[in-house]
């Protein structure tokens, strides 16, 4: 019985969410462009700020919730290097950790002043060392690396022939959504810097508001994808400090809308919909290593693989119960499952 009403309760969680973050963006539906851009601009800014340090609640604590080590509460997990520390050390005279600017603080000059410097959307726990490495290096998949390494721990990597720092692949994807997102932020306004990602490489020396490169952070995006890491640091920010969102972790696609090859399509996540509640025994995985899709319990359903913008791609008949198909596509798209009597539609990264 107690089952039965925890599977309940989290049905009814996930519907009241999902009703309240289709609230949340819907004056950016059906938009493009530079239309789009301002319209989520709207939704995300003007957010709650707090001090990098003080007092009362600042960065420090902020990031002792959101990146808190779900398998110990008092520690902090390191980005990049994914190792757990003791959080309330905090710096400790530079024995304990640090606080990065994922959007490195010198692209703009901005420093740690409230907003930019203070965004708790890309600031995340580090180790010292390995910020230090990562400076303001651009991102990009390294040439000639020079593997970083915190206490034992792979930490990414930097070229010893660009200026550019390389992360482990299992954030590269929340690396390109916190540049993604501070792009989409910071629009000059009030006093503001005005941030853009460009696709060359900076030199250390520049201050201007930019930060690299876009074709990389296009490509991270896709590959590697939300986390429920990422969803639950995004809720608390939302909730409990800043009271805006990531649109890049609730919607990943955002980023070709806006950066990359659909600028000039319109965005509207609903787009191909449908109510699954009665089709729970279907399940459809994706492997982006392998470019291919596994379908389970939908043996005799038509399939047909839908890109964001509606086209078909791909069409045929799911043969058996257990059945895995490789597609010549990359980057998002939605499988529809269907057998005349219901419909099943998932969207997949490949």
């Not at 890309?122 to 290096?137: F, Y």
């Not at 040439?143 to 590269?172: F, H, M, R």
């Not at 089709?279 to 043996?299: C, P, R």
């Not at 043969?319 to 499988?335: C, D, N, R």
Request: proline share 4%.
């Amino acid at each position: 019985m107690r089952i039965r009403i925890l599977l309940l309760l989290v049905a009814i969680t996930t519907t009241v969410f999902s009703q309240n973050l289709t609230q949340y963006y819907s004056t950016a539906y059906n938009t493009q462009g530079e239309d789009l851009r301002d319209k989520l601009n709207d939704i995300i800014k003007g957010h709650t700020e707090f001090s990098y340090t003080s007092s009362s609640t600042d960065v420090w604590d902020i990031l002792k919730e959101t990146d808190k080590d779900p398998e110990n509460p008092e520690n902090v997990i390191l980005f990049y290097s994914n190792v757990s520390v003791n959080g309330d050390q905090e710096y400790n005279n530079g024995q304990g950790w640090t606080r990065e600017h994922v959007w490195a603080k010198s692209r703009g000059d901005f420093g740690t002043s409230r907003g930019p410097g203070t965004d708790v959307h890309h600031l995340r726990p580090a180790s010292l060392s390995i910020n230090s490495s990562r400076n303001n290096r651009n991102f990009k998949d390294c040439i000639d690396c020079n593997p970083l390494v915190y206490q034992g721990s792979p930490s990414g990597a930097t070229s010893t022939t660009e200026y550019t720092y390389e992360p482990n692949d299992n954030v590269k994807g929340d690396v390109a959504r916190m540049i993604f997102y501070m792009a989409l932020r910071y629009e000059g306004e009030n006093g503001e810097p005005d941030l853009e990602i460009i696709d060359y490489l900076l030199d250390k020396d520049d201050k201007m508001p930019y930060h690299a490169l876009l074709s990389t952070l296009l490509e991270w995006n896709v590959l590697d994808t939300v986390s429920n890491f990422e969803k639950n640091r995004n809720n608390i920010i939302y909730n409990n400090y800043q009271h805006n969102r990531n649109p890049f972790i609730d919607y990943p696609e955002l980023a070709e809308y806006l950066y990359g090859s659909m600028t000039d399509q319109f965005w509207n996540p609903h787009h191909l919909a449908v109510n699954n509640q009665k089709l729970h025994h279907i399940s459809v995985f994706s492997n982006t290593s392998e470019g291919a899709i596994t379908i389970k319990n939908a043996q005799k359903y038509q399939m047909e693989v839908y890109n964001l913008l509606g086209q078909l791609l791909s069409s045929g008949i799911v043969a058996s119960e257990t059945e895995t198909i490789k597609l010549p596509y990359a980057g998002f798209m939605i499988i529809r499952l269907s057998n005349g009597n219901e419909t099943f539609t998932q969207k997949v990264v490949l």
